[in-house]
């Protein structure tokens, strides 16, 4: 763990003296906020039966933020190290595979989450300025933000593979991109052209179908379970990549 830890931190620093990571917070920031204010306008103008947290969660550019964010951060986590050649160093040291590949995956998981964190401001100024004064209903709160990790660690781990596999952050980005837009919008394909009972086992693999669950406040034990079990898959073969490295040199 102490390997874990000191790698992590390293990882760390090295995003908050990176341009991009800042750049990727505004861009994060702006969208979000432009996403809030028109779900306001909206629903003032024309209340509706979905929840300003529902569109919020559900909305378009939430979905650009978590389909475009884990590239992008994720990209030079293996691959700068590949082109640099520090990895060598870093696998002839007192560390093991899987520290190496734990720790550079909760270094973005824990930067990816940050950058949701200026969001749960949201939540307090809908509550300050709504006409409506009953208790605040935690459980969309929970499940929204609780979709938004448990999607972004499974796509902060495909960022993994992409980067793991190549020496090129462009490449490794856009690799992360193209898997996270296949796995979107085949979820959506399968869940929205099937009936009956095999509409009820794509919906297990849609993630627009678990955000609008999670959204509403409802979080079945199954959805934890995939994600977790997906995350594990990917980072059991970004381990093995890394392995493969290793063997090579």
């Given amino acids: ?36 204010n028109m779900i306001v306008t909206i629903l003032s103008e024309s209340p509706s039966d979905f929840t ?38 870093l696998m002839t040291a007192p560390l093991r595979d ?21 969001t749960l401001s949201y939540v307090w100024v809908l509550r300050h300025f709504s006409q409506d004064k009953t208790p605040l209903d935690l459980g969309p709160v929970v499940g929204g933000y609780l979709g938004l990790f448990l999607m972004g660690m499974l796509l902060v781990a495909l960022g993994c593979v992409a980067s793991a596999s190549t020496r090129n952050q462009i490449i490794a980005a856009v690799l992360a991109f193209a898997m996270g837009c296949a796995l979107f919008f085949t979820g959506i394909y399968f869940y929205l052209n099937a009936a009956g009972q095999n509409r009820e086992f794509f919906e297990s693999f849609s ?22 079990t997906f995350t594990g898959f990917l980072l059991f073969v970004t381990h093995r990549i890394v392995q493969a490295r290793q063997w090579k040199t």
Avoid at 10 to 19: I, K, N
Avoid at 98 to 118: D, H, N, Q, T
Avoid at 207 to 228: C, N, T
Wanted: hydrophobic share 55%; net charge positive; with cysteine.
């Fill in 1 to 36: 763990m102490r390997n874990v830890w000191i790698l992590f931190k390293r990882e760390m620093l090295a995003y908050f003296c990176s341009p991009i990571a800042y750049i990727v917070g505004v861009c994060v920031l702006g969208l979000t906020g432009i996403s809030f």
């Fill in 52 to 89: 300003p947290l529902m569109w919020f969660f559900n909305g378009m550019f939430t979905w650009i933020i978590l389909l475009v964010v884990p590239p992008v951060i994720t990209m030079r986590l293996f691959a700068d190290e590949k082109r640099a050649g520090t990895i060598e160093t």
């Fill in 98 to 118: 899987i520290e190496y590949v734990a720790a550079k995956f909760l270094s973005g998981l824990v930067f990816y989450s940050l950058l949701w964190l200026p």
């Fill in 207 to 228: 993630m627009l179908a678990h955000m609008q669950d999670f959204s509403r406040g409802v979080i079945e034990w199954k959805r934890p379970v995939f994600y977790l």
